[in-house]
């Protein structure tokens, strides 16, 4: 068995597992844990960069130039120069 758990807050925080099993006999652990930076979700894909263009839709229909964003995998590029280079794959 396994649990992914995202805290929520900072502080500490008790989780506490209790396993029954079919004779109905229970065991339980616990642990403390320390949250100290507070989880911050990613939003959901396709909405962060909704207002730039998205590969292959081009700002300037076959290339971008400098200071132009586009996206690819859902990250924000911004082109350094004139390119039409796949938006992550050079130094441009």
């Given at each position: 068995?396994d649990?992914?758990?995202?805290?929520?807050?900072?502080?500490?925080?008790?989780?506490?597992?209790?396993?029954?099993?079919?004779?109905?006999?229970?065991?339980?652990?616990?642990?403390?844990?320390?949250?100290?930076?507070?989880?911050?979700?990613?939003?959901p894909?396709?909405?962060?960069?909704?207002?730039?263009?998205?590969?292959?839709?081009?700002?300037?229909?076959?290339?971008?130039?400098?200071?132009?964003?586009?996206?690819?995998?859902?990250?924000?590029?911004?082109?350094?120069?004139w390119?039409?280079s796949?938006?992550?794959?050079?130094?441009?």
């Open positions: 068995f649990c992914n758990w995202q805290p929520t807050t900072t502080g500490n925080v008790t989780l506490k597992a209790i396993a029954t099993d079919a004779q109905d006999l229970t065991a339980s652990a616990q642990v403390q844990i320390a949250v100290e930076k507070e989880m911050v979700e990613p939003p894909a396709g909405e962060l960069c909704e207002d730039f263009n998205v590969y292959p839709d081009w700002t300037r229909s076959d290339h971008a130039i400098g200071g132009d964003i586009m996206v690819h995998n859902n990250i924000a590029y911004s082109a350094n120069w390119t039409s796949i938006p992550g794959s050079d130094s441009s």
